[in-house]
């Protein structure tokens, strides 16, 4: 079975421009999360889709941030534009069950994105 | 404030000894507790849940406790082995709060031969 893909594994971009980062969760997890870890501190929540709705945005850091789950499969994350303090490595996770807690997560290997 | 402390130096055993990393929390009431194990340029990789009604979770040679009173979770590697070199980070998660984990910011494990 394979597991939770992003890509791109690596990111540079000047400041102010545009980046997509993609997930694809493990086939059949409804759940999907994207969390960042940034400045060397600790990972950090931002967002929780349960198919293709938001269920919890609540750390998403501005609106330069745009998630997107079209037909609850993928997952892509948008930062336009881009700032210096946005550097950091993003992760996706993913996982199986109703969403409700007690839930073990599927993580991918993140998304290292600079910005210059 | 909210806080989660983890063990900010490295740990650094010899191998076949046991390996006990803390987790303290501060102003969280937890529904249960999360340990992953992470490896450079990777994700991690979850390891043990532990409910706030339960004292202890063992999983082959790992072991974890969770004393709500003393807001404390200990994990514990037995007969650790230089391939168990990895950082382990513990998290929260909240009643109610699905499954967005509150994540400490890890310990780095050094296992020596």
């Known amino acids: 079975e394979a597991g939770v893909t992003q890509f791109p594994s690596h990111s540079v971009i000047e400041k102010g421009q545009t980046v997509t980062l993609r997930c694809d969760p493990i086939?059949?997890?409804?759940?999907l999360y994207w969390y960042r870890r940034v400045m060397g501190k600790e990972i950090k929540f931002l967002l929780h889709?349960?198919?293709?709705?938001?269920?919890?945005e609540s750390g998403m850091p501005n609106n330069r941030f745009l998630a997107e789950r079209t037909g609850g499969t993928y997952s892509t994350l948008k930062v336009q534009p881009a700032e210096l303090e946005d550097s950091g490595v993003y992760f996706c996770?993913?996982?199986?069950?109703?969403?409700?807690?007690?839930?073990?997560?599927?993580f991918g290997s993140g998304t290292q994105l600079s910005v210059l | 404030s909210q806080k989660i402390e983890q063990n900010s130096e490295a740990l650094n055993i010899q191998e076949g000894k046991t390996a006990t990393l803390t987790c303290n929390y501060t102003?969280?009431?937890?529904?249960?507790l999360q340990w992953y194990r992470q490896d450079p340029g990777r994700g991690p990789v979850f390891l043990l849940l532990?409910?706030?009604?339960?004292k202890e979770k063992r999983k082959e040679r790992l072991k974890v406790t969770f004393d709500t009173t003393l807001k404390q979770s200990l994990f514990h590697i037995t007969a650790s082995q230089p391939a168990d070199s990895a950082t382990y980070l513990c998290?929260?998660?909240?009643?109610?709060?699905?499954?967005?984990?509150?994540f400490g910011a890890g310990t780095r494990l050094a296992v020596h031969p």
């Open positions: 996770a993913s996982s199986p069950g109703a969403g409700q807690g007690y839930e073990k997560l599927f």
């Open positions: 086939s059949g997890h409804d759940n």
């Open positions: 889709f349960v198919k293709e709705s938001k269920q919890d």
């Open positions: 102003n969280y009431s937890p529904a249960y």
């Open positions: 532990i409910r706030e009604n339960e």
């Open positions: 998290a929260l998660g909240l009643s109610g709060g699905y499954n967005k984990l509150i």
